[in-house]
């Protein structure tokens, strides 16, 4: 039973244009949430995170909304620029982990076309 | 050094083979992970160490083997493997605060290949 998912395998958005990245979430213990971005070849690289007393963290041309009673986020990427072609995962971390568990999506792949 | 680096990058075995993966992090971290990435799913966990101590093993073959002799450094021990153990093998770090709602920074893979 997958407790994250992300139902878009692909992306594609014009330069300069929004980009919005969902994720799905199954486990109500869950109260952290990340966005990760990977190239090809390299590791995922932290991006941005929210946790559940929020609904919405910002860092620059990043926002990540959370809607806890749909169990569900997203990521809008504003202006998407070609350099933010990569996969996308989400992860969520739940209360009173010991560490930080972290369960992944299975990622979407975004192109930004120029 | 900076962040949590891994060697090989890239590595090619026989299944009669033994080697050995190797992830130091320089960040202060106390809680270490080993992921595996397959092609077109999600990350799996397989193994996670908090202060040097397995703390999770998730149902992974034997012919897997960790090893964390400190808190900088773990180690990832690989013997008989099979084919379908070809994949990416990502290693993380965070801080391992009690509690979770921390980050794990990863370091930049194993890409491995068992013929």
């Not at chain 2, 990350?43 to 090893?67: A, D, I, K």
């Amino acid at each position: 039973d997958q407790q994250v998912k992300q139902n878009s395998p692909s992306l594609s958005v014009q330069e300069g244009r929004i980009s919005i990245l969902n994720c799905d979430y199954t486990n109500s213990m869950f109260d952290y949430f990340l966005w990760y971005k990977k190239y090809p070849a390299e590791g995922p690289t932290f991006l941005i995170s929210i946790s559940s007393i929020k609904d919405k963290n910002e860092d620059g041309r990043f926002t990540v909304f959370l809607n806890k009673s749909a169990k569900h986020l997203s990521l809008h990427i504003v202006p998407s620029q070609p350099g933010d072609s990569a996969v996308y995962f989400c992860a969520a971390s739940a209360i009173g982990t010991s560490y930080g568990k972290l369960t992944f999506g299975q990622g979407t792949i975004l192109t930004v076309h120029p | 050094e900076t962040g949590v680096t891994q060697t090989p990058r890239h590595l090619v075995m026989g299944m009669t083979n033994k080697k050995s993966l190797k992830c130091e992090q320089h960040l202060g971290h106390n809680a270490m992970y080993w992921y595996k990435q397959s092609a077109k799913k999600p990350l799996e966990l397989m193994f996670v160490y908090s202060l040097e101590e397995r703390v999770e093993n998730n149902s992974v073959p034997s012919r897997f083997s960790p090893e964390c002799p400190n808190s900088s450094h773990l180690f990832l021990h690989l013997h008989t493997l099979q084919p379908e153990d070809s994949a990416l093998y990502l290693c993380a770090s965070s801080q391992g605060l009690a509690g979770g709602l921390e980050t794990q920074y990863f370091g930049p893979g194993t890409r491995l290949l068992v013929l």
